[in-house]
């Protein structure tokens, strides 16, 4: 059974950085995708960024040029590197896994969450 644990996430200014990861366990196979999504309170979720195993990367517009996410295969772990961060980006971010494809909407493994929190 597949499992992801989150972790990382903290209260941080306005401007500053956090790294989230995630570690994997459980997988099989070499082709798989792992990404990064958030929910804000009363709002959605959303997909934050993807990354395949083959190395294909996608982001939501609203974090790109800001956030990185990476992934180190050998380890099943995920990271996602999160620059100039903005009050707008406070949300419970999950890291989320699925065999072959990406997808920015939905997968079917997810972790439990880490906050993020941003002061002004």
């Known amino acids: 059974q597949v499992q992801l644990v989150e972790s990382g996430g903290g209260s941080v200014q306005a401007g500053g950085s956090l790294r989230l990861s995630c570690a994997a366990s459980g997988y099989t196979g070499r082709d798989y995708c792992m990404g990064w999504f958030r929910q804000a309170p009363g709002k959605e979720r959303e997909g934050v960024a993807t990354?395949?195993?083959?190395?294909?990367?996608r982001y939501a517009d609203s974090v790109k040029g800001r956030f990185t996410i990476s992934m180190d295969n050998a380890k099943h772990t995920l990271f996602l590197q999160m620059n100039s961060l903005k009050p707008e980006d406070i949300a419970m971010y999950y890291c989320?896994?699925?065999?072959?494809?990406?997808?920015?909407?939905?997968?079917?493994?997810w972790g439990k969450g880490t906050l993020v929190t941003i002061s002004s």
């Open positions: 990354i395949h195993s083959y190395g294909d990367t």
């Open positions: 989320a896994a699925q065999m072959w494809v990406c997808s920015m909407k939905d997968m079917n493994y």
